[in-house]
Nanobody, 114 residues
Framework: QVQLVESGGGLVQPGGSLRLSCAASGFIFRTYRMNWYRQAPGKGRELVAR???????LYADSVKGRFTISRDNVKNTVSLQMDSLKLEDTAVYYC????????WGQGTRVTVSE
């Protein structure tokens, strides 16, 4: 079965960096688009970044130039490097893949605070 396990969240000051990782299993990883979403307190879930099977990427306007998504098709992982973090980046971050239907990890919490 499809499994997604996120890691790497934590508490960081504004301007700091974090790297999130998502370990995937149960499907042919290299052939699927992978997504990172986030859900801030009191808000809906929003797409942060995605990476296609060919390596093409897309970013939300709010994170362009600060976040970088990458994938390792050998280790079956997708990562999100987050730099220049802002208070408004505080959220639970989720890894997502659509394999017939959508699958989500359990999420990893990122808190940006003074």
């Amino acid at each position: 079965q499809v499994q997604l396990v996120e890691s790497g969240g934590g508490l960081v000051q504004p301007g700091g960096s974090l790297r999130l990782s998502c370990a995937a299993s149960g499907f042919i990883f290299r052939t699927y688009r992978m997504n990172w979403y986030r859900q801030a307190p009191g808000k809906g879930r929003e797409l942060v970044a995605r990476i296609n099977s060919d390596g093409g990427t897309l970013y939300a306007d709010s994170v362009k130039g600060r976040f970088t998504i990458s994938r390792d098709n050998v280790k079956n992982t997708v990562s999100l490097q987050m730099d220049s973090l802002k208070l408004e980046d505080t959220a639970v971050y989720y890894c997502n893949v659509v394999v017939v239907s959508g699958y989500w990890g359990q999420g990893t919490r990122v808190t940006v605070s003074e």
